[in-house]
DNA sequence: TTTGTTTTGTTAAACGATTAAGCAGTCTGT
DNA sequence: ACAGACTGCTTAATCGTTTAACAAAACAAA
């Protein structure tokens, strides 16, 4: 009961040719021809031999892995690790695995994974894609590797992508913002190319401007990753300052925002009252804030479960036209942003 | 550019046999006798042809296949997804990948995981073990695979293990809290015959013994994952009350500790005046709630790098003496245990 | 000129499965 | 009685590597 048992020790047990056991094990009785008693024999040796399949040997003959490659920025963000739960949970069903990687945003990071992933022979990736990592994704594509982009993509790339409605979700949140009667508004975003950003910081602005509010540059504070602290606690501190003295806040993430109300829980300013919030993502902070955080809550659980559909349906047909799904996010309202001045 | 190219086209596109093309590659020049302008040309051949070795190919010859099975009670717990994070990149640093999943606390789900990553063929197991998976966890000790248990562990099996010293951590928030001035102090814990879980009550209950505080059972609640919201709620309420009337609280894990706070925030009693509290672990909400946390820090950090570590030398060597790694958390102390009454 | 020793390769088996093709027997129908 | 179909099983190639064992040629030593 040590060393593992293989097809072929099933077949020396039994005095027959491997192929006999790999048919019945596979049952493929019929195709195969194999007769019911023996196929009954084999398989019952099987299982007294507790006979477990080699997995690497069938990947080799099949090329296939039964792996998914799983590339977010961090696995240990809330907001990804909850992807990853769903999607391991989704992926299971289907007989599939996770492998996983965090590529901090780096497209360094990126390439090197997808090269590791790659010689792993995984099935497709699933990848939040960083900044500068087009290339990375294209090259997949040429080699006919099926990838879903998640949360981010990239517009002149033809992919099978699943995002939230980034611009209807700002907009939304901005737009609530001003009904609650906050006038000035600043906007914390990272300070990146990629699309969900932009997305998010165009329906920013275009709710200003819907609402006759001249978007004022000043506004909006683009934080880098590098020195994330430090220019969120820069970004905030000059929002709050008299000369602009914004009234409310819309934050682009869940850490943008975790971070700046440390900042603000030091300013003296009162949430709602002196200031307006409301943030993307959800966070088991925002719970807990002296004034619960509203905030817009993207369905990861579709992300998810929509991520590993379309990499399996990619599986299946390598040259189908890649599908876009756009999911509509919902904005949570809660205390934070609860009206300012007379108007109740 | 499309097919990936394997040794043997590199084989053929030079003239040579498989077997140089494998000696030159794998550096083993010397070792094999490769003509040294031979191994330059296939070097240079390699390269230029974008040569990847076909990891499966390589793990099917020699049954290893770089890859550490990660199986915790759930990947979306931020505790669990830290760690992961550290094994990853410390796996990654080793030549290994993280395969993970989630098991629920449920030994079903645990033994149906464990089946799965053996069919794998993972090197390794680090695993943070569910109740009533002793079974599990000899089964793949006696299949000589090496296992690396996290969190929690098994006092009747030996194996590798790598664990915060729970007694220690929670006697001294226990005793910190008394030293505070609380004399009624409640715990909230898992119902579960896990050890870790049990060494936490332990330690809870010699710091109230060393400190001529006789335990009441009543004050110990034990909430199932089953009826988790439920039970956390039933136990708070009934601490609260004047019958028992606690002034203080130790939270048994950060999960318990959010939801209690839920609970006490809805109750009207102040922390830390009314009531004291310690949590075990560390959640982003303590630092938001209006009177921050004082909470047991585990290292994660330690944790994972140590596990990782067991694991490869276990990899390594399989039949050495297993090795435990018991390391001391730190209590950091915030305002929610400030002292009561009149001492400042 | 043998015999040995190096040097530089090649051959072929192996890892553990899958699967097309082949090969005896046994039936069936006419 | 004999072609053809069917049954039940085996052979052998294959996936992409690794590696022990062998071989051929060059060169040195006797």
Chains 1, 2 share one sequence.
Do not use: C
Request: net charge positive; aromatic share 8%; proline share 3%.
């Amino acid at each position: 009961m040590d060393k593992k048992v293989s097809l072929k020790d099933i077949a020396n047990h039994l005095g027959v040719s491997t192929a006999l056991v790999s048919y019945a094990l596979n049952h493929r009785d019929k195709e195969a021809r194999v007769g019911a008693d023996m196929a009954e024999k084999i398989r019952k040796a099987a299982a007294e031999l507790n006979y477990q399949p080699n997995v690497i040997a069938k990947s080799l003959k099949s090329g296939k892995t039964n792996t998914i490659g799983l590339i977010v920025a961090d696995i240990s963000n809330p907001f990804f690790s909850n992807i990853a739960r769903i999607i391991e949970d989704e992926a299971r069903k289907h007989g599939y695995i996770v492998i996983f990687g965090s590529s901090d945003e780096s497209a360094e990071k990126s390439k090197l994974l997808i090269d590791v992933l790659l010689n792993r022979q995984v099935d497709a990736f699933i990848i939040a894609p960083s900044e500068h990592t087009e290339k990375q994704i294209r090259n997949l594509q040429k080699r006919k590797v099926p990838v879903v982009l998640i949360d981010r993509y990239f517009p002149n790339i033809e992919t099978d992508f699943i995002q939230t409605n980034n611009f209807q979700a700002a907009y939304q949140a901005v737009d609530h913002l001003i009904k609650n009667r906050r006038e000035k508004i600043g906007m914390v975003a990272y300070d990146t190319g990629l699309l969900h950003m932009r997305e998010r910081i165009e329906g920013y602005k275009e709710a200003l401007k819907d609402n006759g509010i001249r978007f004022k540059s000043d506004w909006l504070r683009k934080v880098s990753y590098q020195h994330f602290t430090r220019d969120v606690e820069l970004g905030i501190k000059s929002l709050i300052e008299p000369t602009l003295r914004v009234d409310g806040f819309f934050f682009a993430t869940n850490t943008i925002a975790v971070e700046s109300l440390k900042i603000i829980n030091q300013s003296g300013f009162k949430v709602p009252d002196d200031l307006a919030i409301v943030s993307f993502d959800e966070s088991i902070a925002f719970d807990f804030f002296y004034s619960p955080l509203t905030y817009i809550r993207q369905s990861v659980e579709e992300i998810g479960k929509e991520a590993v559909k379309l990499a399996l349906s990619r599986i299946a047909d390598k040259t189908k036209k890649p599908t876009s799904v756009v999911i509509d996010a919902s904005l949570v309202v809660r205390s934070s942003s609860k009206g300012a001045g007379k108007k109740k």
